[in-house]
């Protein structure tokens, strides 16, 4: 298998950042039930709408909206698009998350709205205005600066996964065993 023909969902892409093991187990199909966030109601686009008017960005709004970006072999669906008719902006909506959480816990958002980002514009032929997280609990709203060094860090990312695939070799485990406690797959995972 080429490594320029590998394409990966990009919700692998903050799997393997997560546990590069859950996204390779995933990518090669082994099941996993849906979890409780994973069930978590979504908003309404109505909520939503309040939500991002209410900060003032306009445009036309699209929802769960399908992206690729070809030269880095990644696709996925955003949750929401925000269209200018110059510029688009893009949100990721989470459970909960704060600015804080995102530079450590949850680094794995972080990266996949960067790769969401990169895919948004390979998509739409026009440049990013600006990123956002949408938290479901509290409605918080959290910019995000995609920056170079984020870019460069995610596309590293997903070349290294993409070896992974080719060879068809486990990569290594994540080292904060806490994840481990509740993972689907760690009767298998050795
Ligand atoms: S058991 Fe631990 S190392 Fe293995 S896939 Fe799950 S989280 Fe990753």
């Known amino acids: 298998m080429e490594l320029s023909s590998i394409e990966i969902p990009i919700v692998l892409i903050k799997e393997y950042v997560y546990c590069p093991r859950i996204a390779f187990y995933k990518y ?3 099941w996993e039930p849906p979890t409780e966030s994973m069930k978590f109601a979504r908003y309404s686009k109505i909520d939503i709408l309040k939500i991002v008017r209410g900060y003032g960005i ?3 709004i699209y929802m769960e909206y399908p992206v ?3 030269s880095l072999g990644i696709y996925g669906k955003i949750d929401i698009v925000i269209d200018n008719g110059k510029r688009v902006s893009i949100a990721e909506i989470k459970l909960e998350t704060s600015r804080a959480r995102l530079w450590r816990k949850s680094y794995h958002h972080l990266i996949q ?3 969401y980002t990169i ?3 390979e998509t739409f032929h026009k440049p990013i205005d600006r990123t956002f997280i949408v938290t479901q609990i509290g409605g918080e709203i959290i910019e995000i600066n995609i920056s170079p060094n984020l870019r460069r860090t995610t596309i590293n990312i997903v070349e290294e996964f993409k070896k ?3 060879q068809q070799k486990p990569p290594p485990k994540t080292p904060m065993k806490t994840r481990c406690n509740h993972c689907f797959y760690r009767k298998i995972c050795v």
Do not use: C
Request: aromatic share 16%.
């Open 164 to 166: 992974y695939i080719q």
């Open 58 to 60: 306009d445009g036309d």
């Open 28 to 30: 090669f199909m082994y």
């Open 113 to 115: 709205l960067t790769a």
């Open 119 to 121: 895919a948004t514009e």
């Open 68 to 70: 690729k970006s070809r």
